[in-house]
Nanobody, 114 residues
Framework: QVRLVESGGGLVQPGGSLRLSCAAS????????MSWYRQAPGKERELVAH????????NYADSVKGRFTISRDNAKNTVYLQMNFLKPEDTAVYYC???????WGQGTQVTVSS
């Protein structure tokens, strides 16, 4: 059974940083494009960042460009989201998403507040 387990969320002050991890198992991770989404209270889930499988090409939402970086380690079956210069509006539950199988992780809460 496919598993996606996110970690690394928490409470951080504005301007701070967090790194989210998504550990994957039970599928061919290296050939799978992966994404990070987020959902804030009362809002729709939105795409934050995407990384392709073989070329590692990345795409970002305009709201996070220059602040967030998505990366992957195929040897560890893990995709990361490095989040810098965090803002209160980044507060949301962040989800890892396996594109090929339309499969979601359970989410990890990120709260940016002073």
């Amino acid at each position: 059974q496919v598993r996606l387990v996110e970690s690394g969320g928490g409470l951080v002050q504005p301007g701070g940083s967090l790194r989210l991890s998504c550990a994957a198992s039970k599928f061919t991770f290296s050939s799978s494009a992966m994404s990070w989404y987020r959902q804030a209270p009362g809002k729709e889930r939105e795409l934050v960042a995407h990384i392709s499988s073989t070329t590692g090409i990345t795409n970002y939402a305009d709201s996070v460009k220059g602040r967030f970086t998505i990366s992957r380690d195929n040897a560890k079956n893990t995709v990361y989201l490095q989040m810098n210069f965090l803002k209160p509006e980044d507060t949301a539950v962040y989800y890892c998403y396996l594109v090929r199988l339309s499969y979601w992780g359970q989410g990890t809460q990120v709260t940016v507040s002073s």
